[in-house]
Nanobody, 113 residues
Framework: VQLVESGGGLVQPGGSLRLSCAAS????????MRWFRQAQGKEREWVAS????????NYADSVKGRFTVSRDNSRNTLYLQMNSLKAEDTAVYYC???????WGQGTQVTVSS
């Protein structure tokens, strides 16, 4: 099983980023997928989820209305569109399936002017 996150970077407050998570080694289309983030000195927290077939989504209150999770089962890829970014969104972002498997390396998102 491998999860490879990408798309992070440095962005100004109010800006946007699109993260990707390339999955391999399991049947991607059969699993709920989730995004998590971990800010420096804090515990990893759940950000968003998407169900495998119908694509029903759920979000943490802190990102609701600003972030959109989506998936392309034909490409085994999970996405996170992040708009109206705030300084408090700065963290390393990770994806994982449910039930969870080994974590990838994550992608750093830094929101700063």
């Amino acid at each position: 099983v491998q999860l490879v996150e990408s798309g992070g970077g440095l962005v100004q407050p109010g800006g946007s980023l699109r993260l990707s998570c390339a999955a391999s080694g399991f049947t991607f289309s059969s699993y709920e997928m989730r995004w998590f983030r971990q800010a420096q000195g804090k515990e990893r927290e759940w950000v968003a989820s998407i169900t495998p077939t119908w694509g029903a989504t759920n979000y943490a209150d802190s990102v609701k209305g600003r972030f959109t999770v989506s998936r392309d089962n034909s490409r085994n890829t999970l996405y996170l569109q992040m708009n109206s970014l705030k300084a408090e969104d700065t963290a390393v972002y990770y994806c994982n399936r449910f039930p969870a498997t080994n974590w990838g390396q994550g992608t750093q998102v830094t929101v700063s002017s």
